[in-house]
Structures are given as structure tokens and as C-alpha cells.
């Protein structure tokens, strides 16, 4: 008797073998679909540390790393003006120092890493380089290598740097600041931030795993499996060396995708039996697009901007992008510029706030015009009192 055979790599191996034969009394069946899918979640997590984040998240799954480069770019690519008081200052060597941090990075290059480090690990730790007393260049040192040194009230009294072997402790506080740590919210613990995309990890480990089990499906042509059926007439099992050398025969000859479509010639009392993955074993198809939209919440992004199918929220695309930037981009700017401005201010010894310019937020476009208009429209308002309604202070 010939049949088509094929048994996809999502099922082979020893365990999927045995499934596929005639299974001895009290042995389970093997599981198909969500729940092999979910089987292999719950057993290997990635973790929520910065390097599997990073690793998982950033490096391995497409919606984590756009998302992640939303952001941080977004955020990057709006400018900071230097105010004192109501008075912009032009110029400052605050912002001439943002603009050029150190030798090896712009001031976008230097902001963009800094937000990365915020959203993958929820610390970023900032060193400053002083020379004769001045501050000279900014760096980043990455969150992985830092940790924390508390005192026997439980605030930290120095920071570890760990790098290619050595380890250096910086103190928290002296005069000048010998280190700056930005953190987000951690409602368990008093000196660390948490990361935005720890809160997604099981999602990332459901979207990493739906993907390799798509990927184990088309490198078999997509193809389900199927089951050999063992029927003597006189009844009875195979003897053990005949299971065993048709389990074999099967790993060799039939599986990969090299093997796609080849007949298989079945010995007497062997059937072949296709199977098809059911609706409900197809379920990680939702699941897949689920964690994506997981992955981006917890990121802050609209799905919408990610495309990602089955989400509505926004009426279109200006307007999730304009949630973007109000409720993520902004907020996260603004944090991060409340604490370079006290840092900076201290520094150079003079008052200084940074403020990101909204005007140069193409995002924001619409509301700005709108704004504009309004305000231009309002005749009992004198010019000066526009210009502060717009955000320009007094000329």
C-alpha cells in the first residue's frame, strides 16, 4: 500500500514519534497546537533581566524592537531649549554639551540610548567626566553592568561598574555628582526601576514560540502530521525492535523539508492516517497577534502603528500617532529633562530648565495649528498675551 506521508519537524522527534504510533496502555496523548504551543512557554521563560530583554525582546521579536525604536527615536529627534525662568536661553553650554555628549556619539545618538536603557531595564546611569573642576563629556554605562550599593538605612551609598573583568565603585553622592541614575517606578523596590517591557515577558515568550512554530510548519510546506496505525488482523503490538526501527525510518527518510511529498510504502497491517490541526489547536494564530498587542501596550505604542491586525482603537493613523507622542513620548521627555535640568544646574552653577520644543514635533502639527488659530482669533487678547498663550513667554 503507498501513501502520501509527511511529518513536519513542529511534531518530530522522540516524544512526537512515539505520539505517532500505537501508544501502550496509560500513556497520554500527545498534545497539538495552542497547547504543545503553551507547553513550551511555561517551560522556558526568558526572564525579565536587562540581557534577556534585550536578547528576547529588542534583539529576537520584530513588534518589541519597532516598538522600542518608536520611542526612543521619537523621543531622540525632539529638541531641548534651555530656559531661565520664562527666558529662553539661545545659547548655553548645557546644550552645547547635549548636542556633542563625548567623542563617540551625537546628542541624538546619546538620547536614544538613554531612553533604550529606560525602556529594557527601567535604569539608565549617566557619568559624567569632570576635568578641573568642569564638566566636560556625558556617558551612558550600560544597566546590566551597574549595581546598586545600599547603606544600613537602605539608600544606595555607591554604584558598581563591572567591565571586562574589573569591577570600579562610584559613589552616589559627592561634590561634583559623580553619577546620575534616571529610573522609572518600581512598586517593590526603593532604589531600581522596572522595565515597561518586563511587564510583556510571557507575551514575548508566546510570540517568540508562535513564531518558531509557524517557521517548523513551513519548513514542512506547512503541512499537519499524521499517525501510522498498527492493525494486525490477529491483534496484538509491534515487537519492540520493529517500533523501534520504524521510528527510525521515520526521523531519516520522512522528515524535513527536503522529504516534502515522498511516498512512503507501508508494511502489512500499517495504515496511515492524515491529521489536521483543528480551529481550537489553531488558536495560536489569535495568541500570536494577542502578545503583539501585549508587547506594544506595555511599550506605550498604539498596535495600530505596528500594524497589527484586529485593533480599532484609533480612528486613524494621525490619531494613535498623536497618542504616541502625548502619552508616551512627552511624558517620558519630560521626566528625563526634569532630571538632566537639576543635574546640569548644579553643574554650571546657574538656574537652568530644560523643555522639549513641541514645535518641532510633527506629530503635534495639527494641534499646534489649531492652537494657533484659536489664539490668533482672539481679539481681546493683547500680543504679548498670545505669545504666552502659545508657550513663547514675553517677548
Keep these: 500500500m503507498l501513501s502520501s506521508f509527511r511529518l513536519p519537524r513542529a511534531f518530530s522527534g522522540l516524544r512526537r514519534a512515539d505520539a505517532a504510533l500505537p501508544q501502550s496502555k496509560g500513556t497520554k496523548p500527545s498534545r497539538g497546537g495552542l497547547a504543545m504551543l503553551m507547553s513550551g512557554v511555561t517551560g522556558s521563560g526568558m526572564g525579565r533581566s536587562y540581557a534577556a530583554l534585550s536578547r528576547g525582546g529588542f534583539m529576537g521579536n520584530p513588534v518589541a524592537h519597532r516598538a522600542v525604536r518608536l520611542v526612543t527615536e521619537a523621543a531622540a529627534a525632539v529638541p531641548l531649549l534651555a530656559y531661565d525662568g520664562d527666558r529662553e536661553l539661545s545659547t548655553h553650554p548645557a546644550l552645547a554639551l547635549l548636542t556633542k555628549p563625548n567623542a563617540r556619539a551625537t546628542g541624538v545618538d546619546f538620547l536614544e540610548m538613554l531612553y533604550g536603557h529606560l525602556l529594557l531595564s527601567g535604569n539608565a546611569y549617566l557619568r559624567p567626566l569632570w576635568l578641573g573642576g568642569r564638566l566636560m563629556e556625558l556617558h551612558l554605562l550600560r544597566p546590566d553592568r551597574v549595581s546598586v550599593v545600599e547603606g544600613p538605612d537602605g539608600w544606595p551609598v555607591a554604584y ?112 496511515w492516517k ?114 504666552q498663550a502659545v508657550g513663547y513667554g514675553v517677548g
Design 274 to 387: 492524515a491529521m489536521s490541526l483543528t480551529p481550537r489547536d489553531m488558536d495560536f494564530v489569535d495568541a500570536r497577534n494577542g502578545a503583539a498587542r501585549d508587547i506594544a501596550l506595555s511599550l506605550g505604542v498604539p498596535p495600530m502603528l505596528l500594524g497589527i491586525p484586529g485593533d480599532n482603537t484609533y480612528a486613524n493613523y494621525q490619531e494613535a500617532n498623536r497618542a504616541l507622542y502625548r502619552l508616551t513620548v512627552l511624558p517620558l521627555l519630560r521626566r528625563t529633562a526634569a532630571s538632566l535640568s537639576g543635574f546640569l544646574a548644579d553643574a554650571f552653577g546657574e538656574a537652568l530648565e530644560l523643555r522639549p520644543d513641541l514645535d518641532q514635533v510633527e506629530g503635534l502639527s495639527s494641534e499646534r495649528d489649531a492652537l494657533w488659530a484659536r489664539v490668533g482669533a482672539a481679539s481681546f487678547l493683547s500680543d504679548e498675551e498670545k505669545r
Design 160 to 271: 558598581d561598574y563591572r567591565a571586562n573583568g574589573t569591577s570600579q565603585r562610584i559613589p552616589a553622592d559627592g561634590e561634583p555628582l559623580p553619577i546620575l541614575h534616571f529610573r522609572l517606578f518600581h512598586p517593590l523596590d526603593d532604589n531600581i526601576g522596572y522595565a515597561p517591557l518586563a511587564s510583556a515577558h510571557a507575551a514575548l515568550d508566546l510570540h517568540n514560540a508562535a513564531a518558531s512554530w509557524n517557521k517548523a510548519l513551513l519548513d514542512n510546506s506547512a503541512r499537519p502530521s499524521g499517525a501510522l496505525v498498527y492493525q494486525p488482523k490477529e491483534g496484538g503490538n509491534l515487537p519492540p525492535e520493529q517500533y523501534e526501527r520504524l521510528k527510525e525510518e521515520l526521523e531519516q527518510g520522512y522528515s524535513g523539508p527536503m522529504q516534502a511529498g515522498r511516498p512512503m510504502l507501508l508494511e502489512g497491517g500499517l495504515d
